[in-house]
Each structure stands twice: as structure tokens, then as C-alpha cells.
């Protein structure tokens, strides 16, 4: 990236920081194109972490720009050290964190909400997304989440897991387990488990 482009991103990322809540940076950080970022409440980005949303920065490419959304004044979205994200979409409605050295590949989306109210009566309404249900994600250390992949509401995905491309994860995943399918579940355990 030229430095006149690396001047005019800060200076975007200013913006978001200043007037519409705080993202909160490590030094190391590594940006390759130019994340979305909506931000209404708290974004932490770990040390040594890489955001990547240009189609070129990774083997399989890019659907979409990485997308950093905290909806909410206070929702909050944890990323932890030597992350890798790939054209992934991460919305917090209330909070999501995910943990040191996880790689998200391209098209992962991972959400806390459903984004609208079980209700047709409600939905497109003022009061649609406040009524949909909201629940905390959290993705542990040392995970591989494959391509395309998302991640629901209310789910734990446990340490060194990897949940398989193209998966729907709507229940907790344990720790050093392959998951895969529609809804995922366990297709092999890892580490002699």
C-alpha cells in the first residue's frame, strides 16, 4: 500500500475511532486492503494480528472485505493475538471474542444475534433488531475456522478446534475436535482425545 493510501486509511480508522467508538489497536497489526468497520462500541485487535481483505493477500481470495462490526454502544469484539482473518464478517450486537493465533478463512461470518425479531409483525421495524435474540461467542485459542464457514449465536468453540468449510455451528464445539455439515458436528477428535 502506498504511503498516501496507509495515510488516508488511518485517517478513516481515525474517524471510526473518534466519532463512533473505540477500536483499540495493537502494535504489529498487519492491514492488507481496507476493512469495514462499524463501529458503535468496542473493537480490540491483538498484537501481530492480519486483516486481510484484499483478493491477492490470501490463496483462496476474498468474497468481501473484512467487516468489523460492533452494533451497539456496548457491544464489544475481542481479537486476540496473531490473528489471521481473511474476508471475514464479525457483528456483535452484545459481544464476541475470539482467542491468540485463530485463522478465520475467507467468508467466515461470525455473529451474536439474529439479526431480527421472530415476530413478522416486528420485522423492518424501529424495533426489530433491539427484540432479536443476542447471545455471546466465543472462539478459543489456536482454532482453524474453514472457508465460508459461520458461527451462530451463543456458541463456544473450544481451544485448537477446527470447524470444517462451508459449516453452520448453532451449539458449543469442546476443544480439540474437527467439526463439518449443516448443522456441524463431530467428525473427528484431535490430539489422541
Known sequence: ????????FWFIVGYWIVFRGKLLAARGIRFIGFPVIRNSGTIEIGKFSSIRSSGSSTA????????????TPDAMI???????ISGAVICAKRSIQIGDRVLLGSGVVICDTDFHSLDYNIRGTDQDLIDAAVAPVRVGNDCFIGGRAMILKGV???????VGAGSVVVKDVPSDVVVAGNPARIVKRLNGC
Open 156 to 162: 463456544t468453540v473450544g481451544d485448537r478446534s477446527i
Open 60 to 71: 483462496m481470495g476474498v468474497i468481501t472485505p473484512v467487516v468489523l462490526n460492533a452494533m
Open 78 to 84: 475481542k481479537i486476540g493475538d496473531q490473528v489471521g
Open 1 to 8: 500500500m502506498c504511503s498516501y493510501a496507509k495515510r488516508l
